[in-house]
């Protein structure tokens, strides 16, 4: 409480409320999701006083994205920092829930906050096919994971019972299989987000053809 003394009012006495607000409970921190498409993480900042703080220092790392910077905030407002993701990097990440720490200071203030960046899930592959040859036909098929989740996926090659005799595979198949005059090759693996499988496959024809020359 204080006393103001007007010259025609006399004595007037007034309260001034204070509050006094720690450093860490002024500020609230949230992120926005991304996906596999994101080109940048959001980071909101809500100053929760009635304070304006100037040149605020945010540092900001997670497993995602990394920067520093320096920002004013005004009573009650709200702020994005939106920092460019590395797509490579991202495309390499399996989707899930990865920890933000955020820390702001000013002066010799500092508090360190905690927030989730939810990687959201998108699964998908994309398959390549290629061939060339006339005597000698290499084939190259690739399966790639384009998703951000573990991915399950198969390759499979026939072959008649002539033409496997003169074929060769780049790896070797897990399972083999036969229906009639049908062999069926079959490779499988769990491709993590980024990873490929590929198998080439060659079948000479040159060998029964001198084959049949010599004959």
Do not use: C, H
């Not at 945010?58 to 920067?67: D, G, I, K, P, R």
């Not at 910077?69 to 993701?85: D, T």
């Not at 595979?169 to 069926?184: H, V």
């Amino acid at each position: 409480a204080f006393n103001i003394r007007g010259q025609a009012s006399g004595i007037i006495e007034e309260k001034l409320t204070i509050k006094l607000a720690r450093f860490k409970e002024s500020f609230k921190i949230s992120s926005e999701d991304i996906t596999l498409d994101s080109s940048e993480a959001v980071i909101t900042i809500e100053n929760l006083e009635n304070y304006s703080f100037e040149n605020l220092k945010v540092e900001l790392s997670s497993n995602l994205v990394a920067q520093t910077q320096e920002v004013s905030i005004k009573p009650y407002e709200n702020i994005q920092i939106k920092i460019p993701l590395d797509k490579e990097k991202v495309r390499g990440m399996t989707a899930g829930t990865y920890l933000a720490t955020v820390k702001l200071s000013k002066d010799s203030a500092k508090e360190i906050y905690e927030s989730n960046i939810r990687y959201l899930e998108r699964t998908g592959t994309a398959t390549r096919e290629e061939g060339a040859g006339f005597f000698v036909i290499s084939k190259v098929i690739e399966k790639r994971n384009e998703g951000n989740v573990v991915a399950p996926v198969e390759i499979v090659v026939k072959k008649d019972v002539i033409s496997r005799l003169f074929t060769t595979f780049s790896s070797t198949p897990d399972q083999i299989g036969r229906n009639g005059l049908i062999i069926a090759y079959t490779w499988r693996q769990e491709l993590k987000p980024g990873e490929s499988l590929r198998v080439v496959v060659n079948t000479n024809w040159l060998i029964p053809i001198a084959l049949l020359l010599v004959i």
